[in-house]
């Protein structure tokens, strides 16, 4: 079927140029699928915003700043360069998908990011974007086009400034015009030219709410963050224990956090998002921290099946819960910090576990953690029993 973007040669009409008349297909039909903005990059020339976005990528991680993510060290040309992975590809789509939902509470009150509420995004963009693939390869005959959503090697967010789709602010997060700083990206690698967009302009000015905001100190200057102090960061990437000194700042956050984002101004022209999709799951934001500490690993999975929480792991997502009942500090959470303490299989919870009692106090806090440092056989463990007693 051939696009309406196409059928110029009526008498007296211009012809589109094939480049043009491809590009606006494309984004004609993102749009379509439920897309809130698309742009287009070209990758077989110079292109200036893309290689500062490779630049500032090197020096993040001469840095240190990724912190235990050491596959973001691997294929680091590919991340600059696309056509190092594809050396065919020509053109570059990039999409952002609205999660933008103001009817539900910040990640403070929540503890769940937003993004991570709904429909696992990998799901949700991935399926628009192997759409918008077919579509191209309909669409353009010969044409070959491969998509990625948070998965393959590209510097997103570098791509989507370069693409136009929108600027990267303070606080690294792209800000789109419709969306505000609650897209998720994705892209689309294509072996034919489109004509592509202006690079986006850079907005933020003087602003610094984001960097202010965050709790832990995890924006030192403006566009860098520093990840082994980003609450997401710890909550979700950090397989270890959560460096002690900055458990008490974490709140109430068990999956990500929004603070940043929160505190963007460009948000108030943000519209809300129309997919259901995006929507919190049924009872996620309802449920007791206490009642997540029940959960054994059969249990974790099914329960967030289909959702981005299960990439923290059981044991990782325990772990924050504990630390969020340590720092809500009611009495009434010990007796199944206890039972976690006792009795969960994973030494990193029962480390965490001993933290949040020895947070709370009490005497059955303290009988607890001393029952328990008679018997714990792991060494991490009962160095953290051994400071929440020494705590109070």
Not at 295 to 310: K, M, P, S, W, Y
Not at 325 to 339: E, K, R
Not at 354 to 362: D, E, F, P, S, V
């Amino acid at each position: 079927m051939t696009s309406p973007c196409w059928s110029c040669a009526t008498s007296g009409a211009p012809r589109l140029q094939p480049e043009r008349a491809r590009s606006a297909a494309i984004k004609q039909e993102a749009l379509r699928l439920g897309f809130v903005g698309a742009g287009v990059a070209r990758l077989d020339r110079q292109d200036p915003a893309a290689e500062a976005g490779a630049a500032h990528y090197r020096a993040w991680l001469a840095r240190g700043d990724h912190g235990s993510m050491s596959w973001l060290e691997r294929m680091v040309e590919e991340r600059c360069h696309p056509r190092a992975l594809w050396p065919e590809a020509r053109s570059l789509v990039a999409v952002a998908w609205n999660y933008h939902r103001p009817d539900e509470p910040d990640g403070r009150l929540a503890g769940f990011a937003r993004y991570a509420r709904g429909r696992d995004y990998h799901r949700a963009v991935g399926s628009r974007l192997k759409a918008l693939a077919r579509f191209a390869r309909a669409e353009f005959p010969g044409c070959e086009a491969r998509a990625s959503v948070d998965t393959g090697p590209f510097l997103e967010r570098a791509w989507a400034e370069s693409a136009g789709l929108g600027f990267v602010g303070k606080h690294a997060h792209v800000i789109h015009k419709t969306s505000g700083n609650w897209a998720m990206l994705g892209e689309l690698l294509l072996d034919i030219e489109l004509e592509p967009d202006a690079p986006s302009e850079r907005r933020c000015g003087t602003c610094s709410r984001c960097m202010s905001a965050c709790p832990t100190g995890a924006i030192p200057a403006p566009y860098q963050v520093d990840a082994r102090r980003c609450i997401s960061y710890l909550t979700i990437e950090l397989e270890d224990a959560i460096p002690r000194e900055l458990r008490p700042l974490i709140g109430g956050r068990v999956f990500g956090c929004d603070d940043c984002l929160d505190a963007c101004p460009w948000n108030r022209f943000a519209v809300a998002a129309e997919s259901d999709e995006v929507r919190a799951r049924a009872d996620l934001l309802e449920t007791p921290l206490v009642d997540w500490l029940r959960l054994d690993r059969e249990a974790f999975e099914l329960r967030f099946n289909g959702l981005a929480v299960l990439r923290a792991g059981r044991d990782g997502f325990l772990r924050n819960v504990c630390v969020a009942l340590g720092n809500a500090g009611d009495a009434q959470s010990v007796p199944a910090l206890t039972h976690a303490l006792l009795r969960d299989t994973a030494p990193l919870v029962r480390g965490h576990a001993a933290w949040a009692l020895g947070a709370i106090g009490g005497l059955e806090a303290q009988a607890a953690l001393a029952r328990a440092l008679e018997d714990e056989p792991d060494a991490a463990c009962r160095d953290e029993i051994q400071q929440a007693l020494e705590a109070r």
